[in-house]
């Protein structure tokens, strides 16, 4: 049996224009933390991984309420695309380095936002 969406979740799921604003924001906060040598500590949780984590589930979220009819291997394939094209950017820097499991926790917070998602 299927919980029915409150009301006031259907309005705020329906704001497609306001997801994707967040979404492109957080493109490009995520490609600038990712490429900058930031001498300043910035939020975190301590352990790399689990910012990627974080940060692909948020992306991945915030791609399924800004285009809800878009079919899930797009999104996972797109945002799975951004991870390694920020992996390869992060490659030809000095202070970076190319890493297959920033790419593999990129992929489960991929997963994570896939996962099961309540019907309208």
């Not at 259907?10 to 001498?39: K, P």
């Not at 692909?56 to 079919?71: M, Q, S, V």
Request: hydrophobic share 50%; no cysteine; proline share 7%.
């Amino acid at each position: 049996m299927t919980t029915p969406v409150p009301v006031w979740l259907h309005t705020l799921r329906a704001q497609y224009w306001l997801w994707r604003l967040g979404l492109a924001l957080s493109v490009v906060a995520i490609l600038w933390l990712a490429t900058s040598d930031l001498d300043q500590s910035v939020p975190s949780t301590g352990w790399d991984k689990a910012n990627h984590l974080i940060a692909f589930l948020e992306l991945t979220i915030l791609t399924r309420l800004g285009w809800p009819r878009l079919p899930l291997p797009v999104i996972a394939l797109s945002l799975t695309g951004y991870g390694a094209l920020i992996e390869a950017v992060q490659s030809t820097l000095p202070y970076r380095e190319f890493s297959l499991l920033d790419l593999a926790a990129d992929m489960t917070g991929i997963a994570l936002g896939l996962i099961h998602w309540p019907k309208r």
